[in-house]
Structures are given as C-alpha cells and as structure tokens.
C-alpha cells in the first residue's frame, strides 16, 4: 500500500527522466506610477515548482511511471520533490563529506539560518539546497537555498548564512537537516499532464507540471 507523500525512492528516483525544472516563482503584484516607477508588492508565498519530461521509454518503463503519475493524479496525493539537477551541496554532491553528521538548525530569522552539526571545514555554496521538517497537523517542509557564495562551518561545525526564499512564520526545526536530496511536498498540477506519444513500443514526450503545496 502507498502512502503520501511518495518519497524520492518511491516515485522520483523510479521516473526515466529526462528533463526537469525546478524554480522559484514570484508571488507579487505590480504598478507603474505616472513617472514610469515599478511598485511591487508581495501577494503571500512563494512556492517551488516546475516541470517534469520522461525520456524516450519502452512499454514496460512506461506502464510503471504513467501508473505512478496516475496515482498522484487524485485529490490528496502528493510526492516528495527534489532537483534531480542538484541532489547535493556542490562541493559534496554524493555526501561522502558529510558522512553520518547529524545536522540541524540552532538558530533562525526571517532570512538567515545556523546549523550545527557539520564537519569541521564543511562548505555550503550559492544555489546547495537544504531542507527539514516543521510543525504539526499537518507537518510541514521548508525547503531553501544558500544565497551566500560560500559559507564554511567552523571547528565547532556551526556555520550561519542566508537563504532563499524568507523563512516562513513558525519554522523552527524537528528534526534534522537534509542536504543530500531536500525535497518538498508536491502534488501535480491538475490538467497538466501530457501521456506522451506512443509509436509501436516506445513512449517519447509523457510530461506533467508540478507545485509545492504546504497543505499535506
């Protein structure tokens, strides 16, 4: 039996990708003035999200991942979403750095976070995601990138740096860190999927559009 959110294991790292995007989009509004000035507003919360394309599939790969995108394709069915682009920090993309450290957030604000628990020298760069666990009914998953060029953790295995997008009100963290495969809870975009073009025995072009959402 499934349970939701279908972690990496069970749904991404088991779809014959061959393309994916995942970015950041805006959530605001904006005017012109009479003066030609832009004004912009925040509008609420930025959310990750993105596209997936599968790769050119035989039947076989294509009866296992179209089953599984059709399983998400129901209300309340969600899936853990990672950049399979970036799955690791960029000075440590396998984790062999890392090791069995215990990392976990020791202090916050709206834009800037600590962790402790690093090896000593451990360097974070721009763009390494992060992620950890927050909060109860429901649990949710704050998922962040390093804004600072290089952030190294010191001899005590502390380090402090920015992050985008802002902490949301009431993250504190549960549990600890993920830097190898952070991900996001997603569902897929309702209407969005595309099931492909099917010529004799090959799939090619089976795509859909996905969101993060805070609500499973």
């Not at 003035?33 to 039947?59: H, K, M, V």
């Not at 450290?101 to 800037?112: G, I």
């Not at 628990?117 to 927050?134: I, S, T």
Request: hydrophobic share 40%; aromatic share 8%; with cysteine.
């Amino acid at each position: 039996m499934l349970t939701f959110p279908l972690s990496t294991d069970d749904f991404l790292r088991r779809l014959p990708i061959s393309r994916m995007t995942f970015e950041l989009q805006e959530a605001m509004e904006f005017s012109e003035t009479d003066q030609g000035d832009l004004i912009t507003a925040d509008l609420g919360t930025r959310l990750w999200q993105g596209e997936i394309t599968l790769g050119r599939i035989t039947s076989d790969e294509a009866a296992d991942a179209i089953t599984l995108i059709d399983v998400l394709r129901s209300a309340g069915r969600s899936f853990a979403a990672f950049d399979t682009n970036r799955p690791g920090p960029r000075n440590d993309p396998d984790g062999a750095q890392l090791g069995t450290a215990t990392v976990t957030v020791s202090a916050l604000s709206a834009r800037e976070l600590r962790l402790s628990g690093l090896p000593a020298g451990y360097v974070l760069r721009r763009g390494d995601y992060l992620g950890w666990d927050y909060g109860s009914n429901p649990v949710r998953r704050a998922l962040h990138k390093v804004v600072d060029l290089a952030a190294m953790a010191d001899p005590a295995g502390t380090v402090s740096f920015e992050v985008v997008p802002h902490l949301r009100a009431g993250a504190t963290s549960l549990g600890p860190v993920r830097l190898l495969r952070p991900w996001c809870t997603a569902i897929i975009l309702p209407g969005s999927t595309n099931p492909g073009t099917v010529s004799s025995t090959i799939t090619e072009g089976a795509s859909f559009r996905w969101r993060q959402t805070l609500r499973y």
